[in-house]
């Protein structure tokens, strides 16, 4: 049996000794009712040991209960895994959470590193066979190259921003996915700023007269790019929309995908949607002076590298998190 080096070797203690800085094991291991009578598993150390061996280790419940017998932890069934696994979703749902938010103070930009910016996105989990699927939302750093939050919900769970830390002082950029008016009301509740990339009909933009704006007719004499102030009920203050025509490859790309989309779906494609294909609209809550309008298209292209992060996270961990649909936390 081929054994995790890391869960079963010295550094193992090394392992420990760094979320035991920030979290007490004993303590919250009963507080989250994970360790409530100590039979054979003794102690909160042990019991992660065992969530670690058959979650990041990819063991089954037969394989775990016969590596924590090796380890001397405990001589257990794989029901009796399966059991003690059931009862530490909360348990470890709050290590992580404390681990997240201490990598959070320790990555803080201080005041001169300019935007401190945060990529918020989700992906779709799909579990083997027909089990359930699950929703990563998640929070990433592009300037530590590393996620800062992450949430796992089932796939009845939307999207939306507020499924990971709104962080004061920070700049969340969005796909459209996000472009919705209770997310964008989340996010100035939280003391933050946004850069989100709409589509045509994704909000309903006002003039400063309160006046719907006509998208598509503006898109029509827009040859180059353009920026005006925008209204949306229900938000104070102005926002800021930028309008920036794609190169003619990279339109027509944009329209084909369009229409792809549109006949795998057997729906006539609007034609303002094959229009708007043709260029990248952003809507921000930033001040011209806190993002000048030739930055704005430059900063939210940086949203490549959470797609990347999540295949790395699918790919190169082996897609660890398709092994807990197992179970019903």
Sequence with gaps: MCKPPSLLSGRWTALIASIACCVDLEATARQ????QRKRKIQTAEALLRLALMWGPGRQSFRAAAALAGDAGIADLSDKAVEGRLRKMGDW??????????????????????????????????CAPGRGQDWRLHARYDPGRGRFADLTVTTTRAAEAVERTRICPGRTLIMDRGYAR?????????GNADFITRISWGSVQLHDDA??????????????????????????????????EPLPAEAAERQRKRRRRKASKNSRTIDPRTVQAAGFMMLLTS???????????????????????????LKTLEHDDFTHAHTLSF
């Design 181 to 189: 008016v209770r997310n964008f009301k989340a996010v100035l509740a």
């Design 210 to 243: 309160g006046l719907r704006i006509d998208l598509p007719g503006l898109l029509a004499d827009t040859s180059q790019r353009l920026e005006i102030p925008v209204w949306i009920k229900g938000l104070a203050g102005a926002l800021r929309l930028i309008i």
């Design 286 to 312: 930033l001040s011209a002076q806190a993002l000048p309008t030739e930055q704005a298209s430059a900063l939210y292209r940086d949203r490549w590298q959470v797609e990347i992060g999540f295949k790395r």
């Design 32 to 35: 989250f009712k994970a360790l």
């Design 92 to 125: 470890l749902a709050h290590i992580l959470a404390a681990l997240l938010a201490d990598r959070l103070g320790q990555t803080r930009p201080s005041a001169g590193d300019g935007l401190a910016v945060s990529l918020v996105d989700g992906s779709v989990i």
